[in-house]
Nanobody, 122 residues
Framework: QVQLVESGGGLVQAGGSLRLSCAAS????????MGWYRQAPGKQRELVAT???????NYADSVKGRFTISRDNAKKTVYLQMNSLKAEDTAVYYC????????????????WGQGTQVTVSS
């Protein structure tokens, strides 16, 4: 079974930085896109950033210029460098891996991590 394990969340003051990591484990042959989403209390989950297997990135307008997504395909890990954090960035951040193919799979499957809390104090 594929597992996505996130780390790097925590409490930081406004203007500070954090780096999130998400490592995929399992008998993985291929992962398509990887990405980060977030969900604040009382709000729907929203896209933060995604990256394709070839490194093409996409960002939400609210984080452009402040957040950077990157990926190490050999380590099956995606990162999110978050700079100039604002109080409105406070949320649970979730990692997603799309169209994951494991040894023995017939169809690809999408997976989510368990989430990591990011709290920005103003």
């Amino acid at each position: 079974q594929v597992q996505l394990v996130e780390s790097g969340g925590g409490l930081v003051q406004a203007g500070g930085s954090l780096r999130l990591s998400c490592a995929a484990s399992g008998r993985i042959l291929r992962i398509n896109d990887m990405g980060w989403y977030r969900q604040a209390p009382g709000k729907q989950r929203e896209l933060v950033a995604t990256i394709t297997s070839s490194g093409i990135t996409n960002y939400a307008d609210s984080v452009k210029g402040r957040f950077t997504i990157s990926r190490d395909n050999a380590k099956k890990t995606v990162y999110l460098q978050m700079n100039s954090l604002k109080a409105e960035d406070t949320a649970v951040y979730y990692c997603q891996a799309t169209r994951v193919v494991q040894i023995g799979d017939v169809f690809p499957t999408d997976y989510w991590g368990q989430g990591t809390q990011v709290t920005v104090s103003s």
